[in-house]
């Protein structure tokens, strides 16, 4: 557990430090059933912070963050599924406001994903979905990513 206390330390610090300067976040963390499992460097940081720099930031009112680590078995091999969920303006409300992305938190950790997936039989899996409220309206994003436990980094 050390190792979620300090993952819930850094993200604490991260969500005040986001707050100074004038966003209303409310982060949820589920785990479930993990053990200690190696992720790829800056996974949940680099989810967390495009859904306050891109999802929450460009919204009005107050923003929710869901994070969500739990084990999941896909046919024979044990995994970890880390979901980022977030309640913002979606990736292509985002898009069209623009402001000061780069664009590239998500294309290396994409990157990295794929160097570590040609060394491993089994691979990591990412998958992002567009949420949408019942009128079907953008309604935020959720980033899911599948670790085999086994994964090599």
């Known amino acids: 557990m050390e190792f979620f206390n300090a993952l819930s330390d850094w993200l604490w610090t991260y969500v005040v430090i986001t707050m100074l300067v004038g966003c209303a976040i409310y982060f949820t963390?589920?785990?479930?059933?993990?053990?200690?499992?190696m992720l790829p460097t800056m996974l949940l940081h680099t989810y967390c912070q495009n859904a306050v720099k891109h999802g929450i930031a460009n919204k009005r009112g107050d923003g929710n963050v869901s994070v969500s680590i739990c084990h999941q078995k896909r046919g024979e091999t044990d995994g970890v599924l880390v979901k980022v969920s977030d309640d913002g303006v979606g990736r292509v409300e985002a898009a069209h406001i623009g402001g000061s992305s780069t664009?590239?938190?998500?294309?290396?950790?994409?990157q990295q994903i794929e160097l570590y997936n040609r060394v491993n039989r089994?691979?990591?899996?990412?998958?992002?979905?567009d949420l949408t409220d019942a009128e079907g309206h953008p309604a935020g994003t959720c980033f899911e990513i599948w670790v085999p436990t086994e994964f090599k980094f």
């Open 29 to 37: 963390w589920n785990l479930r059933g993990v053990q200690f499992t």
């Open 103 to 110: 664009k590239q938190g998500l294309k290396i950790l994409q």
């Open 122 to 129: 089994t691979q990591i899996v990412q998958h992002v979905t």
